[in-house]
C-alpha cells in the first residue's frame, strides 16, 4: 500500500510555471512507476506524464512535450511535475498516481495505476 500527496497547484497566468510534488509514504515509492494525470470539467482524465521506477525512462503526452517534465527523488520519496509555458487549456485537477506492476518501464494506461492521490487544482489565467 502507498498513500499519495499532491501539492504545488495554485493560480498562474499563461507562460507562467508551476511545480507539481507527490509525496509517497507506506512502502517506498522506488516500488512504483508512477504517472501524473489530469481531468478537467466535463472531460475525461488523461495522462500526462509518467515514469519508471528508478527514473530512467519517462513519457509526456503530446499535447505537453516540450513544456512539462516529469522526475523523482527516491531517496525523497517525491514524484514531480515541472510545468512551463503554461496555457489556459492546461487548467485542470492534477493528479498523482502509483502503479504496481513489476517491470522497468513506465505505463500510460489508466488502468495500470492502483493508487491515486486526491489531486491539486491547477488554474492558468489568460
Known amino acids: 500500500q502507498v498513500q499519495l500527496v499532491e501539492s504545488g497547484g495554485g493560480l498562474v497566468q499563461a507562460g507562467g510555471s508551476l511545480r507539481l510534488s507527490c509525496a509517497a509514504s507506506g512502502r517506498t515509492s522506488s516500488s512504483y512507476a508512477m504517472g501524473w494525470f489530469r481531468q478537467a470539467p466535463g472531460k475525461e482524465r488523461e495522462l500526462v506524464a509518467a515514469?519508471?521506477?528508478?527514473?530512467?525512462?519517462?513519457y509526456s503526452a503530446d499535447s505537453v512535450k516540450g513544456r512539462f517534465t516529469i522526475s523523482r527523488d527516491n531517496a525523497k520519496n517525491t514524484v514531480y511535475l515541472q510545468m512551463n509555458s503554461l496555457k489556459p487549456e492546461d487548467t485542470a485537477v492534477y493528479v498523482c498516481?502509483?502503479?504496481?506492476?513489476?517491470?522497468?518501464?513506465?505505463?500510460?494506461?489508466?488502468?495500470?495505476?492502483?493508487?491515486w492521490g486526491q489531486g491539486t487544482q491547477v488554474t492558468v489565467s489568460s
Open positions: 515514469i519508471s521506477r528508478s527514473g530512467g525512462t519517462s
Open positions: 498516481a502509483a502503479t504496481s506492476v513489476t517491470g522497468s518501464y513506465y505505463y500510460t494506461r489508466l488502468g495500470s495505476y492502483d493508487y
